[in-house]
Protein backbone atom coordinates (compact mmCIF):
# COMPACT_ATOMS: atom_id res chain seq x y z
CA UNK A 1 0.00 0.00 0.00
CA UNK A 2 0.80 3.63 -0.03
CA UNK A 3 3.28 4.84 2.63
CA UNK A 4 5.27 7.84 3.72
CA UNK A 5 8.75 7.97 5.68
CA UNK A 6 9.87 10.95 7.29
CA UNK A 7 12.82 11.84 9.42
CA UNK A 8 12.27 11.67 12.99
CA UNK A 9 12.31 14.73 14.97
CA UNK A 10 12.76 16.83 17.01
CA UNK A 11 14.93 18.60 14.52
CA UNK A 12 16.72 21.58 16.95
CA UNK A 13 18.06 24.65 14.45
CA UNK A 14 19.35 27.58 15.81
CA UNK A 15 17.49 31.29 14.29
CA UNK A 16 18.65 31.52 10.53
CA UNK A 17 20.13 28.09 10.18
CA UNK A 18 19.41 26.03 6.74
CA UNK A 19 16.14 23.51 7.05
CA UNK A 20 15.84 20.08 5.28
CA UNK A 21 13.40 17.43 6.20
CA UNK A 22 13.76 14.10 4.25
CA UNK A 23 10.82 12.49 2.57
CA UNK A 24 10.36 9.45 1.24
CA UNK A 25 7.18 7.51 -0.34
CA UNK A 26 6.05 4.40 -1.87
CA UNK A 27 2.88 4.50 -3.68
CA UNK A 28 0.96 2.59 -7.14
CA UNK A 29 0.99 5.28 -9.96
CA UNK A 30 2.14 8.65 -9.65
CA UNK A 31 1.02 10.25 -6.28
CA UNK A 32 0.40 14.05 -5.99
CA UNK A 33 2.47 15.39 -2.85
CA UNK A 34 2.21 17.69 -0.36
CA UNK A 35 3.74 19.14 2.96
CA UNK A 36 1.49 20.13 5.22
CA UNK A 37 2.28 21.79 8.50
CA UNK A 38 0.85 22.07 12.20
CA UNK A 39 1.43 25.30 14.36
CA UNK A 40 0.97 25.00 18.21
CA UNK A 41 -2.88 24.60 19.47
CA UNK A 42 -3.34 25.03 15.39
CA UNK A 43 -5.09 22.56 12.90
CA UNK A 44 -3.05 21.11 10.06
CA UNK A 45 -2.56 23.50 7.30
CA UNK A 46 -1.82 23.09 3.74
CA UNK A 47 2.29 24.33 2.99
CA UNK A 48 3.07 23.84 -0.51
CA UNK A 49 2.44 20.52 -2.89
CA UNK A 50 3.67 19.44 -6.19
CA UNK A 51 1.31 17.63 -8.76
CA UNK A 52 3.69 15.51 -11.19
CA UNK A 53 7.56 14.82 -11.28
CA UNK A 54 9.95 17.62 -11.35
CA UNK A 55 7.28 20.26 -9.95
CA UNK A 56 8.70 22.50 -7.18
CA UNK A 57 6.17 23.58 -4.42
CA UNK A 58 7.47 26.62 -2.62
CA UNK A 59 5.59 29.22 0.43
CA UNK A 60 7.01 31.17 2.84
CA UNK A 61 10.65 30.77 1.76
CA UNK A 62 9.80 26.62 2.51
CA UNK A 63 10.90 24.78 -1.25
CA UNK A 64 9.98 20.86 -2.22
CA UNK A 65 10.83 19.18 -5.02
CA UNK A 66 9.36 15.97 -6.75
CA UNK A 67 12.20 13.77 -7.27
CA UNK A 68 10.31 10.85 -9.10
CA UNK A 69 13.76 8.44 -9.54
CA UNK A 70 14.15 8.75 -6.09
CA UNK A 71 10.64 8.96 -4.87
CA UNK A 72 11.40 11.97 -2.75
CA UNK A 73 9.94 14.95 -1.96
CA UNK A 74 12.15 16.79 0.79
CA UNK A 75 11.07 20.10 2.63
CA UNK A 76 14.09 22.87 2.78
CA UNK A 77 14.22 26.71 3.98
CA UNK A 78 17.49 28.58 3.84
CA UNK A 79 16.93 30.76 6.98
CA UNK A 80 14.52 29.87 9.63
CA UNK A 81 12.86 31.87 12.34
CA UNK A 82 11.69 30.85 15.54
CA UNK A 83 7.97 30.99 14.13
CA UNK A 84 8.49 28.30 12.46
CA UNK A 85 8.93 26.17 15.08
CA UNK A 86 5.75 23.47 14.42
CA UNK A 87 5.42 19.51 13.05
CA UNK A 88 5.40 19.14 9.71
CA UNK A 89 3.49 16.31 7.96
CA UNK A 90 4.76 14.90 4.08
CA UNK A 91 1.77 13.33 2.96
CA UNK A 92 0.60 11.70 -0.86
CA UNK A 93 -2.76 11.00 -2.85
CA UNK A 94 -2.98 8.99 -5.05
CA UNK A 95 -6.34 9.53 -6.73
CA UNK A 96 -8.59 8.49 -4.09
CA UNK A 97 -9.18 11.49 -2.30
CA UNK A 98 -7.54 10.72 0.96
CA UNK A 99 -4.42 11.47 2.33
CA UNK A 100 -1.67 9.31 3.64
CA UNK A 101 0.84 11.09 6.23
CA UNK A 102 4.10 10.64 7.33
CA UNK A 103 4.32 10.42 11.37
CA UNK A 104 5.67 14.43 11.30
CA UNK A 105 9.17 15.70 12.19
CA UNK A 106 8.32 18.24 15.11
CA UNK A 107 11.01 21.50 14.15
CA UNK A 108 12.29 23.24 17.24
CA UNK A 109 13.75 26.88 16.40
CA UNK A 110 15.93 28.48 19.11
CA UNK A 111 16.24 32.36 19.26
CA UNK B 1 -17.58 30.52 9.84
CA UNK B 2 -14.64 30.94 8.03
CA UNK B 3 -13.36 27.35 8.65
CA UNK B 4 -13.79 24.07 9.21
CA UNK B 5 -15.25 23.74 13.14
CA UNK B 6 -15.48 20.62 15.34
CA UNK B 7 -17.19 19.86 18.41
CA UNK B 8 -16.83 19.17 21.22
CA UNK B 9 -13.23 20.02 21.37
CA UNK B 10 -12.02 17.20 23.74
CA UNK B 11 -14.46 13.94 25.18
CA UNK B 12 -13.57 12.38 28.01
CA UNK B 13 -15.66 8.73 27.75
CA UNK B 14 -15.80 5.95 30.07
CA UNK B 15 -15.39 2.92 27.84
CA UNK B 16 -18.13 1.52 26.41
CA UNK B 17 -19.85 4.82 26.12
CA UNK B 18 -20.60 5.78 22.82
CA UNK B 19 -19.41 9.07 21.51
CA UNK B 20 -20.53 11.70 18.58
CA UNK B 21 -18.28 13.99 17.38
CA UNK B 22 -19.43 16.95 14.58
CA UNK B 23 -18.01 18.69 12.13
CA UNK B 24 -19.23 22.22 10.38
CA UNK B 25 -17.18 22.34 7.17
CA UNK B 26 -16.81 25.25 5.20
CA UNK B 27 -19.52 26.47 3.33
CA UNK B 28 -20.26 25.32 0.17
CA UNK B 29 -17.91 22.73 0.46
CA UNK B 30 -18.57 19.36 -1.69
CA UNK B 31 -15.93 17.02 -0.23
CA UNK B 32 -15.50 16.14 3.20
CA UNK B 33 -13.17 13.61 5.33
CA UNK B 34 -12.32 12.10 8.53
CA UNK B 35 -8.93 11.32 10.08
CA UNK B 36 -7.64 9.95 13.31
CA UNK B 37 -4.29 10.78 14.73
CA UNK B 38 -2.79 8.96 17.13
CA UNK B 39 -0.52 10.28 19.79
CA UNK B 40 2.73 11.72 18.44
CA UNK B 41 1.48 9.97 14.40
CA UNK B 42 0.53 11.27 11.69
CA UNK B 43 -3.11 11.50 10.71
CA UNK B 44 -5.23 8.02 8.89
CA UNK B 45 -8.14 8.53 6.64
CA UNK B 46 -11.11 7.25 7.70
CA UNK B 47 -13.81 8.13 5.88
CA UNK B 48 -14.78 10.52 2.66
CA UNK B 49 -18.13 11.77 1.57
CA UNK B 50 -18.75 13.36 -1.57
CA UNK B 51 -22.11 15.63 -0.73
CA UNK B 52 -24.29 13.14 0.91
CA UNK B 53 -23.10 10.34 -0.38
CA UNK B 54 -19.98 8.51 1.54
CA UNK B 55 -17.89 6.85 -1.32
CA UNK B 56 -15.15 5.68 0.77
CA UNK B 57 -15.25 4.34 3.72
CA UNK B 58 -12.32 1.73 4.33
CA UNK B 59 -10.34 3.20 6.56
CA UNK B 60 -12.57 2.64 9.18
CA UNK B 61 -11.07 0.34 12.07
CA UNK B 62 -14.64 -1.37 13.00
CA UNK B 63 -18.28 -1.79 12.50
CA UNK B 64 -18.25 -0.17 16.03
CA UNK B 65 -17.28 3.37 14.01
CA UNK B 66 -20.08 5.28 11.39
CA UNK B 67 -19.88 8.24 10.02
CA UNK B 68 -22.92 10.25 8.26
CA UNK B 69 -23.84 13.33 6.33
CA UNK B 70 -27.43 13.62 6.07
CA UNK B 71 -27.72 16.48 4.38
CA UNK B 72 -24.29 17.13 2.50
CA UNK B 73 -23.28 19.51 5.11
CA UNK B 74 -22.80 18.73 8.79
CA UNK B 75 -21.42 15.04 9.09
CA UNK B 76 -21.44 13.15 12.56
CA UNK B 77 -18.88 10.34 13.33
CA UNK B 78 -20.29 8.10 15.73
CA UNK B 79 -18.67 5.62 17.85
CA UNK B 80 -19.90 2.69 19.78
CA UNK B 81 -19.11 1.14 23.08
CA UNK B 82 -15.68 3.06 22.72
CA UNK B 83 -12.49 1.05 23.71
CA UNK B 84 -9.20 2.77 24.82
CA UNK B 85 -7.67 1.77 21.67
CA UNK B 86 -10.50 4.67 20.40
CA UNK B 87 -8.25 7.55 22.27
CA UNK B 88 -6.99 9.66 19.21
CA UNK B 89 -7.29 12.90 17.37
CA UNK B 90 -10.00 12.83 15.27
CA UNK B 91 -9.34 15.53 12.42
CA UNK B 92 -12.30 16.57 9.82
CA UNK B 93 -10.99 18.22 6.64
CA UNK B 94 -13.34 19.90 3.66
CA UNK B 95 -13.10 20.54 0.41
CA UNK B 96 -14.17 22.37 -2.23
CA UNK B 97 -15.52 20.43 -4.82
CA UNK B 98 -14.97 16.74 -5.67
CA UNK B 99 -11.70 17.60 -8.14
CA UNK B 100 -8.43 15.38 -6.32
CA UNK B 101 -5.11 16.20 -5.91
CA UNK B 102 -5.14 19.75 -7.31
CA UNK B 103 -7.79 21.19 -4.12
CA UNK B 104 -6.66 21.84 -1.25
CA UNK B 105 -8.55 20.07 1.99
CA UNK B 106 -8.88 22.40 4.84
CA UNK B 107 -8.65 20.62 8.08
CA UNK B 108 -10.78 21.59 11.38
CA UNK B 109 -9.01 22.18 14.66
CA UNK B 110 -9.84 18.60 15.57
CA UNK B 111 -11.74 16.48 18.49
CA UNK B 112 -9.43 14.90 21.39
CA UNK B 113 -10.96 11.57 22.75
CA UNK B 114 -9.87 10.03 25.51
CA UNK B 115 -11.49 7.14 26.42
CA UNK B 116 -10.56 5.82 30.21
Known amino acids: GDSVTQMEGPVTLSEEAFLTINCTYT??????LFWYVQYPGEGLQLLLK?????DKGSNKGFEATYRKETTSFHLEKGSVQVSDSAVYFC??????????FGSGTRLQVQP | GAGVSQSPRYKVAKRGQDVALRCDPI?????LFWYQQALGQGPEFLTY????????KSGLPSDRFFAERPEGSVSTLKIQRTQQEDSAVYLC??????????????FGPGTRLLVL
Open chain 1, 50 to 54: ATKAD
Open chain 1, 91 to 100: ALETGRRALT
Open chain 1, 27 to 32: ATGYPS
Open chain 2, 93 to 106: ASSATSGGPQETQY
Open chain 2, 49 to 56: FQNEAQLD
Open chain 2, 27 to 31: SGHVS
